[in-house]
Nanobody, 124 residues
C-alpha cells in the first residue's frame, strides 16, 4: 500500500488548512489510520487517528477541539481538518496506516506504512 499526503502550506495563525492522504493499493477501511507530526530534531508525535471501522477517533490534547480526522472510503482518502492554527502547529505532517488494526491508534510503532510528509507552517 502507498500513501500520498498533500495540502500543507504557509498560513497565518487562526487560519484553517486541510491535509489529504490518498491511499493506493488497498481499501482504506482495512486500516487504522493516523496523522503524526514531527518538529525539527524531535521524534514524531501522534496528532489524530481513526480506527478501521471509522467508528472511533482519537486526538492529542494539544489539538483536541481544533483538529478533526475523517476519511472517504469512496475516495480512499484520509483527511485532517486543522482549524484555529497556532505557530506551534508548525511541523511536517505524516499520514500512516496500521494493517494490524491495533487497539490503540496513537502508538507510532503500530503503523506499517507512512506517507512522505507535508510541511505546515503557521506564521504569527
Amino acid at each position: 500500500v502507498q500513501l500520498q499526503a498533500s495540502g500543507g502550506g504557509l498560513v497565518q495563525a487562526g487560519d484553517s488548512l486541510r491535509l489529504s492522504c490518498v491511499v493506493s493499493g488497498r481499501a482504506i477501511n482495512n486500516y487504522n489510520m493516523g496523522w503524526f507530526r514531527q518538529y525539527p530534531g524531535k521524534e514524531r508525535e501522534f496528532v489524530v487517528g481513526i480506527r478501521w471501522s471509522g467508528s472511533v477517533t482519537a486526538s492529542a490534547d494539544s489539538v483536541r477541539g481544533r483538529f478533526t480526522v475523517s476519511r472517504s472510503v469512496a475516495k480512499n482518502t484520509l483527511y485532517l481538518q486543522m482549524n484555529s492554527l497556532k505557530p506551534e502547529d508548525t511541523a511536517v505532517y505524516y499520514c500512516a496506516a496500521d494493517g494490524q488494526r491495533s487497539v490503540a491508534v496513537s502508538v507510532e510503532r503500530s503503523y506499517d506504512y507512512w506517507g512522505q510528509g507535508t510541511q505546515v507552517t503557521v506564521s504569527s
